[in-house]
Each structure stands twice: as C-alpha cells, then as structure tokens.
C-alpha cells in the first residue's frame, strides 16, 4: 500500500489541485485586496501632500449649452485636486526621477471622440507652481484666461492635453522651459451585474510629474498649488477654449466656494511639506 | 512484480498514448475556451482565422504529446515543443507590443500607470516585501499578481524544477542556441561548485534588494530576456548603461555560451528563477531516478545533461542534483534505460510496476493501466498540459499573424 501512496497523491495533485490554479486566482485576488495589499505607492501616485476634494460637483462649472458638450460634463468637472511626492529608495537603479505629481482626478471615464494617445481629447488640464525658490514676476498670464490667482502671480504653467504626450512646463514669461511625463491612469470597479472579468471605470487620473531636480526640494519653503480644467481648443496658445474672460467654461475645484468665486482661484497650500 | 523485458524498452502503448493525448487536448480545449485571451476573442466577435490557429495548435500539441508518449524520447519531442513555444512567445509578445505601442520600450508613463506584463521571474522578488509592507514592488496591473502568485507556488511545490524545462517560455531560446548544428567547442563537464552555486547567490541578492530597495532589482538590472521582450525607455545615461547590461546577459548566456557549450547556461549557471524553483525539487513528488542496477556507468548522461544536474556521485546514488529541470534528456542517451521518472517514497515506474504480472505478457486493458497509471505520466500528463494552457495563446496568435501574412 505504502508505495502506491506516493502515487495516489501525485494523480490527486495533478487532477485535482493544479486546476484549481484558475479559480485559485481569484479568491487569493479577494483574499489579498482585503488584506490592503497594493502595488507600491511609489508606481501609483506616491505620498500624499495635500488634497483638495470636491465630491460633489462644482456649481461654477457651467458647460456651454452646445448639445456637444452635454455629454463630457465628467470630463470637466474635476473631483479632486492632489499634490503627491514619489521618492524611490537610493540605490534602487530605478532610472525614474524622484518626482512630484500633480494629480487631477474626475468622476468615470473620460470623454475622447477623437481616439487620441491619452485617452482624452475635449478636456484640457493646467496646473500652477508658485514655488519659493523663484523670484516671481507678479504677472497673470494672459493663458490663464479670467482667472485672477489669489497669491497674485505663478512661476510655472504646466500644461496638460490630449494632443501631446508629455506635460508642457512654461515659465510666467510664456517661455516652454521643460517637458515632463503625464500618465492617465483609470480605476476600474466590477460592473454591478456583469461577471468578474467586466470591469468599469470608476475615476479618471491625470497626473503630471514634476522632476525634484526641476522645481528643487519641495519640502521646503512654502509652495502654492493650482489646477484648472477647461475645453481644448487647439487653436489657442494655452490650449484652453474661450480666452476671453468666458471663466465659466472652466473648473477648479479649489475656488474658495461658489458665492466668492468670481474667477479668483485659491491655491492649495503647502508649508515645509505640510498642507495649511 | 514485473518483468521490464516483456514492455518495450521506451514509450507507452497505443492504447494509453491515443486515451491520454485526447484526454489532455480535449482539457486543453476547454481551458482555451474559459480562459484568456483566445477566449475573449471568441466571446468578441468570432474570427475564422482564430479559430483556423486554435484547430492547428490543438492539433500540433496533440501530435507533440502523442509523441513523447508512444516513442519514449522524451527529449526529442519535449525540445521540439520548447523550442517552438519559446519562438512563438516571442512573435507573439513583440508582435502585440508593436501593434500596441509601436516599439518595444516601456514607457516611465507606462511604468507609473502599471502597465508592465509580469512575468514568473518577479515573485520571489515580491513575497517579503508584500507580506511586511503590503506593497508589490513591480509596476504592473493588480489583477496579474495574484494569478501568478498561486500559479508559481502551485507548479513550485507540484512540479519543481520541472517548470524550467516544460513551461517557462525563456528556456527554449536556449534550447534552441544550444541544439543549434555545429561542433562542441567548449567542454564544460563539472563547473566549480561556486559557479554552480551561483544561481544560489543571485536568489538570496535579488531577494534582499529588492527589499532593501523596494524595486524589482532582476528586472531593473540583469534579464538578459529584455533584449527579446520589452524594456525601460532610453533617457538617461544610468538606463544606457542597464540596456547595455542585459543586452550583453542575453547575448552572451543565452546565444554564445549555449552554442559553444551546447549547455543551457543561463538556465544552469545564472537564472535566480531556476535556484526558486530548485527549492522546490525538494517537495515536489516527482523525481528522476537512476536504476543503479541497470547503470553501466557510461557516464553520457553527464555530458548531455543541459544544467549541470548530474554527476558520477550523484548517478552513484540513483538521483539527480537539486538543479535538475527534468527534462528527459538523459533518458534518451542511457542506452541502458536506466534512467526514468519516479515518484518520493515509491517503488514503482514503468519498469517495475505492480500491475505487471511477472512472467505473463499483459493484456490491452492491464497494459494501459500500467502505462496510465505511473509516476512519469502523471509527471507528463501534469506539465505538458500546464506548459500547453500557457503556450496556446502564443502558438494561436503567431499562427493568426502568419495567416494574416499570407493575405489569408
């Protein structure tokens, strides 16, 4: 009996428990995203330094009546604005530069009649840097359309749109000084009703980076933070539609709130790595 | 007990080879049909030419297994298999990254958003990092990790090592050099025990790193697999320097070294994979086994064993080394057919099975039960259809794409 032990076992573990290799696959995938096992922060958006949300919507985004725009309302109307530090242990050989990201992040999927590389194509996002370490011109940019910056002036523009494949960092003088990844990322929830493998997206990610040996220790010091979103219009230098003082076209969701906002945008502010 | 001289000295009966062939294919089948890409291909929209590339794959695995069964060479039709499950992974992977993103670079964009495929080779470099940081340290989807995980741990305490000579789609690249026509120009019989070791150290470095360092430290640096997969986008000089490295790893371990020896050396002498899986030579049931009895000494086996897992001490003791891939090259060469598969704590193989009357010549039905039911089909029935469920998509989409080349 002994030596037929062995091979009983051996046909049991063949037959039995390598098949179940497949469904094995998904209870250990319930079993560990319960556990909060993640992929590593450092790949997916980094330490957070401060957010903004705004769950809710916002009042002031109104999208232009045009039937055309009904339909990307989502794509506009930004739900949360983050800054977020990614910092890869030394030595890892990495190649990625320690970064920041400036997250932007929107309800569902976004809209991209246009099929374009990113994934969006009716939405254009702008964040604002006023950084310590840059004697600012006190200037507004006229790319900046009607919004007026509470703080009065910003030292970099970056630019983010589905035309391009890298964010665009401009100086207040108007001048491209750098380019810089930007990823889309969705996070996708099962469909309610549909079987596993169908998956829906639940929140739209743009992030653009911001290389430490770029914009300088961000830790310290105090740094201003903004982000705008409004309609691609290529045809304009800041990619933004309506230049024209038309501010009702874009969406901040850090305006103090609807009854101040009158185009002034607030930033999000961060001391000595600490949001205030 | 039996008597080996009434069975052919290799290879199963008609019978037990048609049964298991059609067994296997037919579980195959509806893998294919459940699973994968094949799968949601065929939920989309129904494609001839897919379906043309999922008849022919069936049927080429069929004749493959039917093969190794009914002629015994193992190695022969076991190489076929790899060699060819290793090309077409390549057509495969390379034709779907050019089709997706046009080149073979992964993108710092690609990498952030965790769009990297993962593949075997990550685990060992995820456990502890995962178990104390509940992080995965390898920028690819979520849905992946979990698939792999059990997969790896399944065929590591199942099959052990055998992984490396039946399933892993890298290993046939070897192969392929290594079995390429030409003399042996460098004899490597027995490397230094710290050379042999080496795969060892890899594993233990790669693991602490990684950990130390929360990256993926074999990925980053030294899978000579990149070269003929994907890897990270050129735009520093630091990345310069790494693509160099594993460009030179491929080249050399992979291509040159293999020709010249006529050996697997990465598998054998670098592959930290191959050290992971080694471990679980430990508990697998399945082993190789030397009939010191019948063993004439001959000593052939070492010079064909492809990752050094033989030698004469081992072969004293009727076993191979902790290294061994199983993968039947040495039962080929054995001309006195001592070497087979066997099974922890078990008398019994195809040469000495219980089911086996001494003396009497056995029937149709007590011969098939004998060739069905023994340690080296079971071994074989178990990871060839493990290593076809892997290769079927590869084989079916380079067969869509040739067909798609022929203007068909």
């Known amino acids: ?276 | 007990m039996s008597d080996s001289s009434l069975l052919p000295a290799r290879g199963k009966s008609i019978q037990a080879s048609i049964f298991l062939t059609i067994f296997s294919i037919s579980i195959l089948a509806v893998f294919a049909l459940l699973t994968g890409s094949f799968a949601d291909s065929v939920m989309r929209t129904f494609e001839i030419k897919r379906m043309i590339g999922a008849v022919l794959t069936l049927l080429y695995l069929g004749i493959i297994f039917f093969l190794i069964l009914k002629t015994g060479r193992v190695s022969k039709w076991r190489n076929i298999f790899f060699i060819s499950y290793a090309i077409c992974f390549v057509i495969s992977f390379l034709g779907t990254l050019f089709e997706q993103r046009g080149h073979m670079e992964l993108l710092d964009s690609d990498a952030l958003y965790g769009e990297a495929p993962m593949c075997h080779i990550v685990v060992p470099m995820l456990l502890i990092p995962m178990i104390l940081g509940k992080g995965i340290i390898f920028p690819t989807s979520y849905a992946s990790v979990p698939t792999m995980l059990i997969a790896v741990i399944i065929i590591l305490l199942v099959f052990g090592r055998g992984f490396c000579s039946w399933v892993c789609f890298y290993g046939g690249e070897e192969t392929l050099f290594s079995r390429l026509p030409g003399k042996k120009i460098w004899n490597i019989r027995k490397p230094h025990p710290v050379v042999k070791a080496f795969p060892f150290g890899m594993l233990f470095f790669i693991v602490v790193t990684s950990f130390l360092t929360l990256t993926p430290v074999y990925c980053i640096w030294f899978c000579p697999f990149k070269t003929i997969t994907e890897f990270f986008e050129i735009n520093s000089t630091l990345r310069i320097f790494q693509t160099f490295l594993f460009a030179m790893l491929w080249i050399v371990l992979v291509v040159v070294l293999p020709i010249l020896s006529k050996k697997r050396i990465q598998c054998g002498l670098f592959c930290p994979m191959g050290a992971f899986f080694s471990l679980g030579n430990k508990i697998s049931p399945f082993i190789v086994k030397i009939d010191t009895s019948k063993c004439t000494k001959c000593l052939q086996c070492i010079s064909v064993c492809p990752t050094f897992s033989l030698s004469a001490k081992t072969i004293e003791k009727g076993r191979t080394e902790i290294t061994c891939t199983k993968c039947g090259d040495c039962f080929d060469i054995c001309p006195a057919g001592a070497i087979s598969y066997g099974m922890k704590g078990s008398s019994i193989t195809i040469h000495n099975h219980p089911f086996i009357k001494e003396g009497r010549k056995p029937g149709f039905f007590r011969r098939m039960a004998a060739d069905l039911w023994e340690p080296g089909t079971i071994f074989m029935f178990g990871i060839f259809l493990l290593g076809s469920v892997l290769a079927f998509n590869f084989f079916n989409n380079t067969i869509v794409r040739i067909l798609r080349l022929m203007g068909l």
């Open chain 1, 1 to 276: 009996m002994m030596k037929h032990l062995s091979l009983i076992l051996g046909t049991v573990l063949i037959l039995i428990v390598v098949p179940l290799a497949i469904p094995g696959g998904y209870l250990l995938f319930d079993y560990l995203y319960s556990t909060g096992l993640r992929i590593n922060a450092n790949y997916t958006g980094g330490r957070v330094l401060g957010e903004i949300t705004d769950p809710e919507g916002d009042v002031l985004l109104q999208i232009p009546d045009s039937f055309h725009y009904k339909s990307i309302s989502n794509s506009l109307d930004s739900t949360c604005f983050s800054v977020r530090l990614v910092r890869f242990p030394f030595p890892s050989g990495q190649g990625i530069e320690n970064h920041l990201n400036l997250v932007a992040e929107f309800n569902g999927k976004f809209s991209d009649p246009l099929d374009l590389h990113n994934g969006f194509g009716c939405n254009v996002i702008h964040f604002y840097i006023d950084s310590p370490y840059v004697k600012s011109l006190k200037t507004n940019s006229e790319k900046a359309a009607a919004i007026t910056f509470s703080s009065g002036s910003w030292d970099y523009q970056v630019i983010v749109d589905g035309f391009h494949d890298k964010a665009r960092i401009y100086n207040n003088t108007g001048n491209l000084i750098r380019e810089s990844t930007v990823y889309v990322r969705e996070e996708k929830v099962p469909a309610p009703g549909l079987e596993k493998e169908k998956w829906q997206v639940k929140k739209t990610s743009v992030i653009a980076t911001i290389p430490l040996s770029f914009s300088g220790d961000v830790l310290k010091g105090e740094w201003h933070y903004y982000a705008l979103t409004g309609i691609a219009d290529i045809t304009s230098l800041s990619f933004l539609f309506a230049p024209d003082k038309t501010a009702n076209v874009y969406d901040a969701i850090n305006y103090k709130k609807s009854s101040d906002a009158e185009g002034i945008l607030t930033p999000l502010v961060i001391k000595d790595g600490k949001m205030q």
